[in-house]
């Protein structure tokens, strides 16, 4: 089946660093999402995006499909942004929607 | 935006009993609802895939006599830990897309099982 990779697994920065998590894939993918686990286990759409980019306040997405690899950009990073930073992405000519996820990104921010 | 909700978002039980979870999408009908399970410091794994009308299919290595899966409505899912054991104690998360299979996948809030 497909591996999803994410790196690097734990990030520890300092309030108001830039950051950039990776998402590789090892198949293509019909899409793929980005999401925030907070402390309580709920899961945050960032973004969904199968290609290209997209920009959200202090985050921005681009997937390039076609090399198989997704980034993840957090700028001016707060307190809150801290917790778990998953990839996913869908797969299957079936079209069945399942999600594969990443194995994560924790994400640290210190005041 | 797409709201999903699960029931209930905490439970303890006793080894032996069994626990049902529901899952309901608040704001869209989903004809196909998804199960994972998080154990702690890991990524979500799927479990099942729920299909209105029809039987939910199960991943590799899911006991689906141990995981009962019912889509009763386009609303609604639920799951049935049958015989929970400590082994099962875990973060439930359904999930459903909102418009087809293809499309974006809105995650309900968890469910957290201690089994005694």
């Known amino acids: 089946g497909i591996q999803v990779e994410q790196s690097p697994p734990d990030l520890i920065l300092q309030e108001g660093a830039n950051s950039t998590l990776r998402c590789n894939f090892s198949?293509?993918?019909?899409?793929l999402q980005w999401f925030h686990q907070n402390p309580w286990g709920q899961l945050i759409n960032l973004f969904y995006?199968?290609?290209g980019t997209k920009q959200n306040g202090r985050l921005s997405a681009t997937t390039v499909a076609t090399e198989r690899y997704s980034l993840l950009y957090i700028s001016s990073s707060q307190t809150t942004d801290s917790g778990v930073y998953f990839c996913?992405?869908?797969?299957?000519?079936?079209?069945?929607?399942?999600?594969?996820f990443g194995q994560g990104t924790t994400l640290q921010v210190k005041p | 935006g797409a709201v999903v909700s699960q029931h209930p978002s905490w439970v303890i039980c006793k080894s032996g009993t069994s626990v049902k979870i529901e899952c309901r999408s608040l704001?869209?009908?989903?004809?196909?609802m998804f199960w994972y399970r998080q154990f702690p410091k890991q990524s979500l794994m799927l479990m099942a895939t729920?299909?209105?009308?029809?039987?939910?299919?199960?991943e590799q290595g899911v006991e689906k006599d141990k995981f009962l899966i019912n889509h009763a409505s386009l609303t609604l899912s639920t799951l049935t830990v049958t015989s929970a054991h400590p082994e099962d104690s875990s973060f439930y998360i359904c999930?459903?897309?909102?418009?087809?299979?293809?499309?974006?996948?809105?995650f309900g809030p968890g469910t957290r099982l201690t089994v005694l």
């Open positions: 999930s459903a897309p909102r418009a087809s299979g293809r499309g974006r996948q809105f």
């Open positions: 198949d293509s993918v019909n899409n």
């Open positions: 995006i199968p290609s």
């Open positions: 996913a992405v869908a797969v299957g000519s079936s079209n069945t929607g399942k999600l594969i």
């Open positions: 704001d869209f009908q989903a004809t196909t």
């Open positions: 729920s299909n209105e009308g029809s039987k939910a299919t199960y």
